[in-house]
């Protein structure tokens, strides 16, 4: 249901654009986000979406922005002003808005921030 794409390395102080192709998911009906997961940390929310409402980490705040594409189904994050500790694999997630158990997540892609 959901494919990244959009990772790769990055010196501090860049940018990255990443792309969620979420063909199959109705947007009105999910809560779709961005988290991400390294070796040595919980997966942790990074940002969501809904209905043009969106919530940012407080790591993220001011530097990332969250945002979709309803008919395209495509669900984006640009990340400005890289920092090494952004370094992680990054998801994309549905959530349906009501029923928890329909819940989807993308492969992954590997986003490194360094020099």
């Known amino acids: 249901h959901l494919v990244e794409s959009g990772g790769g390395l990055v010196q501090p102080g860049g940018s990255l654009r990443l792309s969620c192709d979420a063909s199959?998911?109705?947007?009105?009906?999910?809560?779709m986000a961005w988290y991400r997961q390294t070796p040595e940390t919980q997966r942790e929310l990074v940002a969501d979406?809904?209905?043009?409402?969106?919530n940012y980490a407080d790591s993220v705040k001011g530097r990332f922005t969250i945002s979709g594409d309803h008919a395209k189904k495509m669900l984006y994050l640009q990340m400005n002003n890289l920092k090494p500790e952004d370094t992680a694999v990054y998801f994309c997630?549905?959530?349906?808005?009501?029923?928890?158990?329909?819940?989807?997540w993308g492969q992954g892609t590997q986003v490194t921030v360094s020099s």
């Open positions: 979406f809904f209905t043009g409402t969106t």
């Open positions: 199959g998911v109705t947007f009105d009906n999910f809560v």
């Open positions: 997630n549905a959530r349906h808005r009501l029923l928890d158990q329909y819940t989807y």
